[in-house]
């Protein structure tokens, strides 16, 4: 017991110091954060100083941080995320894994390998690191970006896909004994548990949850999560399939709950530590004595099948609505090879349809690929693109340190929140203000505004924010998705501050509303009513009564909206209550002009005749 004990304090200490030293370092050289863990892995592994020699502890340390790491990238698979991607996901999302998958299984059919093993290496190799892709957007601040926005698709199309693609793969053993013994029977578990999975988690998770939520203990909310995923990983494992398949899934159910920012919140500080703990392992599972036996097939089936992806991404990028200068960042970061593609090799070694010296060699040329892949991108920030590695310049925006306690929030601080914030100051109040931009936070503040950098959907910022104690929250975010998200936020969870929000169209509006947001106003409306009193009185009216039209259009306008707004989505209901309510305001408004006519011309036959000028 004492000797365990000794070991697992052991092998922590090792872990957590070989990042503490890697990451740092590889940081200060301008290498960024994964690379650090990459060598922090390659460094205590079994061909480094052999501090981690256990190959079976290996192992399960790396599932263990693939397991983990899924389970997060389900977690914000959000469907109505994935809806407002749908395009680009699954059309140039298909277009790359499908592509490139082609690409390689051809390549290695040209060269000779059978086809089961040139589709399996293909699909394995078509795969591209989620985990990398999007570390490396967040540390850049280029997620906002059209190449940013692409990865992302692009990532999400390969996370679903590996679904499939994980549950097909053994029954591409058609010649081995799992086939012979009952390989469609077991593919039908297979489907059957994932069924069994997806359908009993939406009627049983959501009613578990709220019943371990009333206990008001974050710890065991979070223990009870945790436990989900192993469950989950360990029922998927008990039919032959891949326990980072059960971790995925677990994230989706999660992230279709109401308590998903809940999880995110408890989650976000391990985060970080948790891929660290990947890509370490990434870094161990390198197995050099295949690289060193065979060096030459290593780097070229490494470059060819880097080769092949780019020119696939390339093509793409050319089609796609990327500017010119994002295009290498876009194609270093989904060349390289990823994290799914260890668990499809590993799947594919466990059925038989390739042995384990093939699964070495292609886990090799994925881990050499995703180390490369910093090494690419520092060629690309310093002769190939320059100008876009210049967006992350500068000092870093400041973050919120310490609770708020000011009686308001604004969450946006453009055009529309700073005319709110100004109007606030100048009457002595104080506000919170966040803003999800960094070159808007650096702005603001040069003027003396106290901004702070942070994305409102979070919802420990918010916390931090004093949203909890704050009379009123003002929601003046430009994005209409991420603006509909927070006011869904601070209505679940703070459900007695006021919000006072701003819509960007009638459709923002209404979904606004479809929340129990009652105080939102159009950001156009009164700019344009202003411009239609000025037209009215360049015409001849009187200002008092071009101000009068214009707000009785304004509160009909208002009405109207909220009519609308119970009926989104249905489109020819929609068009009938709107022309029905312009047409009964041009009826009243007529009636109005000709009574207010009538009315003059009786005042003008009662008037008396002028006398005659006197002659």
Do not use: C
Request: proline letters at 5%; charged letters at 15%.
């Amino acid at each position: 017991m004492e000797h365990a004990t000794t070991h697992w304090l052991a092998t922590s200490l090792t872990y957590l110091a070989a990042a503490v030293l890697a990451v740092p370092v590889a940081r200060a050289l301008g290498l960024g954060a994964i690379i650090g863990y990459l060598a922090a892995g390659i460094v205590i592994g079994p061909w480094g100083l052999k501090l981690v020699t256990d190959p079976q502890a290996m192992l399960h340390v790396a599932e263990f941080g693939v397991v983990l790491m899924l389970f997060l990238v389900g977690l914000e698979l959000e469907p109505r995320r994935l809806w407002s991607l749908r395009r680009p996901i699954f059309g140039w999302g298909s277009v790359q894994l499908f592509g490139s998958t082609a690409l390689l299984a051809g390549m290695g059919m040209a060269v000779g390998l059978d086809g089961r093993l040139a589709l399996v290496a293909g699909l394995g190799l078509a795969m591209s690191s989620t985990a990398i892709g999007l570390g490396v957007l967040g540390e850049r601040n280029l997620m906002p970006t059209a190449s940013g926005q692409s990865v992302l698709s692009v990532s999400l199309l390969q996370d679903i896909a590996a679904i499939p693609i994980l549950a097909i793969v053994p029954l591409l053993a058609v010649g081995g004994t799992a086939a012979q013994d009952g390989g469609w029977l077991g593919a039908v578990k297979a489907f059957g548990v994932i069924a069994a999975i997806v359908f009993g988690g939406r009627l049983l998770l959501r009613p578990a949850l709220r019943w371990i939520a009333r206990s008001d203990t974050p710890e065991i909310f979070t223990a009870a999560s945790l436990l989900l995923v192993v469950a989950t990983a360990a029922l998927m494992q008990s039919v032959g399939l891949s326990m980072a398949l059960g971790a995925f899934l677990a994230g989706v159910l999660l992230a279709e709950s109401e308590y998903r920012k809940e999880l995110e919140t408890d989650l976000e500080p391990f985060k970080g530590l948790l891929l660290g703990l990947f890509f370490i392992a990434v870094g161990m599972s390198i197995d050099f004595a295949v690289v060193l036996t065979s060096p030459l097939q290593v780097a070229a089936v490494v470059l060819g099948f880097l080769l092949l992806k780019a020119l696939m991404l390339f093509a793409m990028g050319r089609l796609m609505p990327l500017p010119l200068a994002e295009r290498p960042v876009f194609i270093a970061l989904l060349a390289q090879g990823g994290e799914f593609g260890f668990v499809v090799f590993q799947t594919a070694q466990q059925a038989g349809v390739i042995d384990g010296k093939t699964s070495s060699f292609l886990v090799a040329a994925v881990a050499l690929s995703m180390l490369v892949t910093p090494m690419m991108l520092l060629v690309i920030d310093r002769w190939v693109a320059p100008g876009l590695a210049a967006r992350r310049d500068g000092p870093p925006p400041e973050t919120m340190a310490e609770p708020q306690h000011a009686p308001v929030v604004i969450a946006g601080f453009g055009r529309y929140g700073q005319v709110v914030g100004r109007l606030l100051s100048a009457n002595g109040l104080s506000a919170t203000v966040l803003d999800h931009s960094a070159d808007q936070v650096d702005t603001v503040r040069r003027f003396g505004w106290p901004v702070f950098y942070g994305d409102a959907t979070r919802l420990d910022l918010l916390r931090m924010a004093g949203v909890a104690e704050a009379k009123v929250f003002v929601l003046a975010i430009d994005d209409v998705e991420q603006s509909v998200e927070v006011a869904d936020i601070v209505r679940q969870h703070f459900p007695q501050v006021t919000v006072v929000a701003r819509a960007r169209n009638v459709s923002h509006y209404a979904k606004l509303r479809q929340l129990g947001v009652t105080l939102v106003e159009r950001e156009t409306l009164d700019s344009a009513l202003m411009s239609g009193r000025s037209v009215l009185e360049a015409l001849g009216w009187q200002p008092h009564e071009a101000r009068n039209q214009a707000l009785r259009f304004r509160q009909h306008s208002l009405e109207l909206l909220d009519a609308m707004a119970t009926h989104m989505g249905d489109e020819q209901k929609l068009i009938s209550v709107s022309k029905q309510g312009h047409q009964q305001l041009e009826q009243l408004w007529a009636q109005e002009r000709q009574a207010t006519a009538a009315r003059l011309s009786q005042q003008a036959w009662s008037r008396p005749a002028e006398e005659p000028p006197p002659g």
